[in-house]
């Protein structure tokens, strides 16, 4: 059993040419259920600032317009994940595992990335790697 799991936010643009990731967070979960808490957490943080309630009392009256029908609705696919709790369970089942699990959902401009990952995965396979690393 995977014990401890390393997870990310990451969001992937375009600057200058080149693919630039901007750290939204990581969190080092002590157990599996906190693994997936943060990561719904985070899904559900990106969301709501793509996809705010155009009545919030922060934003003047029209400052927020919706988007053409061709553009891919991030915020309702993360909502969604959040929600799915087979999904929810399949990602408890990969990390349980020991296995890398990333969640990916891109639009326009951005793609949003959710990882996680077996603490204990990660350092059986740097032991592994350090175990028959040429000499010399």
């Known amino acids: 059993m995977h014990d401890e799991f390393l997870c990310h936010v990451?969001?992937?643009?375009t600057c200058g040419g080149r693919r630039i990731g901007v750290p939204l967070g990581t969190y080092r979960a002590p157990t599996?259920?906190?693994?997936l808490w943060w990561?719904?957490?985070?899904?559900?943080?990106i969301a709501e600032r793509l996809?705010?309630?155009?009545?919030?009392?922060?934003f003047p009256p029209s400052a927020l317009v919706p988007v053409a029908e061709t553009v891919p609705d991030v915020p309702a696919v993360l909502r969604a994940w959040?929600?799915?709790?087979g999904?929810?369970?399949?990602?408890?089942?990969?990390?349980?595992?020991?296995?890398?699990v990333r969640i990916?959902?891109?639009d326009e401009t951005t793609e949003y990335e959710l990882l996680a990952e077996s603490i204990d995965a990660l350092r059986m396979q740097r032991t592994g790697q350090s175990l028959f690393a040429p000499v010399g």
């Open 10 to 13: 990451t969001a992937y643009g």
């Open 32 to 35: 599996l259920a906190l693994a």
């Open 39 to 45: 990561l719904r957490d985070r899904a559900s943080w």
């Open 51 to 58: 996809d705010p309630r155009p009545d919030a009392e922060h």
């Open 82 to 85: 959040c929600g799915d709790s």
């Open 87 to 100: 999904r929810q369970e399949l990602v408890a089942e990969q990390l349980a595992a020991g296995r890398l």
């Open 104 to 106: 990916a959902i891109s």
